[in-house]
């Protein structure tokens, strides 16, 4: 399908490469533990986890500030479990949270796999809208670093997914026209419309069982990236 016209591919990290989820969760297991905050993890998780995605949403959107989206996604959270917790303890756990964040290093089933496969074909790249001082870290201690020549991240592009702007840094950056490019991401909104609108090709890795869509190819494990490259 891509095989042929494809040099550059960029990838996602968070939920895409990099399991967020399951990262996250050890990361709370720990600076829970370590301050004594006896609060029920799966609870936590059940209200954190689309809260956390929504305040993305927002922070996508420059509707929030980056501090804004550190610390309401947990006070939002702790209040809906009628938890209470002073806003020091918040903002401690905040810090920790990122601090520790990418020091776990697993990553979404297969994705070793297909880095391997595309690695010896293409020229791999990230795109990511996570934040410079931990992104670095994931992708080092998760031993991925090695297969990507250019690492985007919207601090260093000065917006965030799915602008244009940092979809052409990433182009101008890794020196490839549009066309022969292709994103995969699993955010529809970010990674798939904000890389159609400049005319990078895209794949769809449906990390959240997004609905069916038309927009283009979605994958469910990143293995059948191999059927299309």
Not at 65 to 75: A, G, I
Not at 137 to 151: G, P, S
Not at 165 to 172: G, K, P, T, V
Request: aromatic share 12%; proline share 3%.
């Amino acid at each position: 399908m891509f095989k042929e016209s494809i040099t550059d591919i960029f990838f996602d990290l968070d939920h895409t490469l990099w399991d967020f989820e399951k990262n996250s969760k050890l990361t709370f297991e720990k600076i829970f533990a370590d301050h004594e905050v006896a609060v029920n993890l799966q609870d936590f998780l059940h209200i954190y986890v689309p809260l956390n995605l929504a305040y993305w949403k927002m922070y996508r959107e420059n509707r929030i500030s980056k501090p804004d989206l550190r610390y309401q996604r947990l006070r939002r959270t702790f209040d809906a479990l009628d938890f209470g917790i002073e806003d020091h303890l918040i903002n401690t756990l905040s810090k920790e949270y990122i601090a520790y964040l990418s020091s776990y290093n697993h990553l979404i089933s297969n994705s070793v796999e297909v880095l391997e496969y595309l690695y010896p074909g293409y020229n791999l790249h990230i795109i990511t809208n996570g934040f410079q001082e931990i992104q670095h870290k994931k992708l080092q201690n998760a031993r991925i670093e090695h297969y990507f020549d250019i690492i985007v991240n919207s601090e260093m592009a000065g917006v965030k997914k799915p602008n244009p702007r940092i979809f052409m840094l990433a182009l101008e950056t890794a020196k490839v026209r549009p066309e022969k490019a292709l994103m995969i991401g699993d955010n529809l909104e970010a990674d798939i419309l904000g890389a159609q609108a400049v005319g990078i090709r895209a794949l769809h890795y449906n990390a959240h069982n997004d609905p069916v869509h038309d927009h283009c190819t979605m994958i469910h494990d990143l293995i059948e990236i191999k059927s299309y490259l």
